[in-house]
């Protein structure tokens, strides 16, 4: 992908991720592949196809309040002509109208390709570091 491109796919990725915080999940799933898998930071979350992200994207709202995203930074790890890989780290802070403050920070991967010319996600994947892991 050229450079052009690849600076849309950051921004692609960086947009999906803000609405998706501010309970929008369908920025992000008017990206996804057929073909794709989520991997989530829940125990239950290594999902595959389409309908089946699309549910647990649409589920995980119930459970969110509306966050933003603070220091920010996205890099393009792979480039293989139609494909890419972007990875990166925030800090997802809830917005004031919540009542209550939480921050945690999370790091990505999201794998895109181009189909048909048109950018899809193939891959996602979403972490928190282990320290921040409560266990039980």
């Known amino acids: 992908m050229n450079k052009k491109t690849l600076n849309e796919i950051i921004q692609l990725t960086q947009e999906c991720i803000t609405h998706f ?13 057929k073909d794709i898998v989520w991997i989530g930071s829940a125990q239950s979350q290594y999902i595959e196809g389409y309908e089946n992200v699309v549910n647990d994207f649409k589920s995980i709202m119930k459970e969110l309040k509306p966050c933003h995203l603070l220091k920010q930074e996205f890099t393009v790890v792979q480039n293989s002509g139609n494909t890419c890989a972007v990875s990166g780290r925030y800090c ?16 990505c991967t999201f794998v895109w390709e181009l189909v ?8 996602c994947h979403i972490s928190n570091p282990i320290g921040e892991l409560k266990l039980s």
């Not at 048909?116 to 891959?123: A, R, V």
Request: proline fraction near 5%.
């Open 116 to 123: 048909d010319g048109i950018p899809k996600i193939k891959h």
């Open 21 to 33: 915080w501010q309970l929008d999940p369908e920025f992000a799933i008017s990206h996804f592949d």
């Open 92 to 107: 997802t802070t809830t917005d004031d109208e919540v009542g209550y403050f939480f921050q945690v920070q999370q790091r």
